[in-house]
């Protein structure tokens, strides 16, 4: 299941990474976030990662809760986002064909989780796909040859990738990683568990639709009630999941990608071709223990198609989900027993 060990330099700690600027990215998210508090409940909103954030919660002092919470994810996107030219993980990738680099145990711990994307969805997901998704402008609507796909997969492939307790390193120039296949859902987890060592108890994170609860909700509902977007008509729900713990995450490409010639092509990869998925799939969701589980497989799901897909729900424990096609939806066995039309 883990990456590949380089065997020659078991002592070599490696070079550091430098400091993000995190102050840079905690300004920005400060500046957007809203805090609304009312009848002993709370509700933080803001921009990162990319996304729609939305936090609400019950408990004792909210302004200190909403400050831990924006604190936390700017120095996790300052970290982690590819997009920042300083983050870590745009310094590992500057640095591919290089020597090793240190790692922190929280950029350990989230690299490791790679080694697990990869491990438990058979390389559907691969977080060294980086090259192959650089090559895929979908805002220049531009398609790549296939000498460049070719070219590009050669770079990709995460047993290529050496991970070391504390260290990582990629060997080869050309190589990069992003981790947009399982941070965002890590970070949804890491604040659940925040709030609840500041004595909150009731609480629900909403990171674009990659969504975990804790407790029950403040006004003495018996559950949550979450919605599953309808891929036909964005902005409605299809159906409302009751969840008691957990996490729900959904993925789909009907929104983001283009029509060139007449064929569309979304924005979700399969890095085993090196191109857009072509499966009927329009989202697929999933409930699960954890949100990182949970997004692992929402996006494996949409890479392996209704029959694959419905194999994969069969085999995990503790897991429901749905895939919905042009061709109808496909639950597991128990999905429907999550549904409701009211709580």
């Known amino acids: 299941m883990p990456a590949s060990v380089e065997p020659s330099h078991p002592s070599a700690t490696g070079a550091p990474l430098r400091p993000p600027p995190v102050a840079d990215v905690l300004a920005r998210i400060r500046g957007n976030a809203r805090l609304e508090t009312a009848h002993g409940s709370s509700e933080l909103t803001f921009q990162a990662m990319g996304t729609r954030c939305r936090v609400s919660f019950a408990g004792p002092q909210p302004s200190r809760t909403a400050d831990h919470v924006l604190a936390w994810v700017a120095t996790f996107e300052a970290r982690y986002s590819r997009f920042l030219p300083d983050s870590w993980v745009s310094q590992i990738n500057e ?107 009731s609480a629900l994170v909403d990171f674009g639709a990659d969504i975990r609860v804790l407790g029950l909700p403040h006004d003495g509902r018996p559950a949550w009630k979450i919605g599953l977007e309808d891929p036909r008509n964005p902005g409605l729900a299809w159906t409302h999941l009751v969840v008691r713990e957990g996490a729900v995450a959904t993925s789909g490409d009907y929104i983001r990608g283009f029509t060139s010639g007449s064929r569309r092509f979304g924005h979700i990869l399969d890095p085993r071709t090196g191109r857009p998925v072509d499966n009927r799939v329009l989202a697929a969701s999933v409930l699960a223990p954890s949100c990182t589980q949970a997004g692992m497989l929402s996006t494996a799901l949409c890479v392996m198609g209704p029959e694959e897909g419905r194999r994969l729900l069969a085999s995990s424990p503790g897991v429901e989900g749905c895939i919905f096609s042009t061709d109808g939806i496909v639950t597991s066995p128990r999905f429907y027993e999550h549904v409701t039309q009211a709580v």
């Open 95 to 201: 640095r591919a064909g290089g020597d090793w680099i240190e790692l922190d145990p929280e950029a350990h711990q989230l690299l490791g989780l790679c080694s697990q994307l990869v491990f438990l969805t058979r390389g559907i997901l691969d977080p060294s796909s980086l090259p192959l998704i650089r090559l895929w402008d979908w805002k220049q609507a531009r398609v790549p040859s296939d000498p460049e796909i070719e070219a590009a997969r050669t770079l990709t492939g995460w047993k290529q990738v050496q991970l070391a307790p504390g260290r990582i390193r990629l060997p080869r120039a050309g190589m990069a990683i992003d981790l947009g296949g399982v941070g965002k859902e890590f970070a949804v987890d890491q604040v659940i568990l925040l709030l609840a060592s500041l004595g909150v108890r």
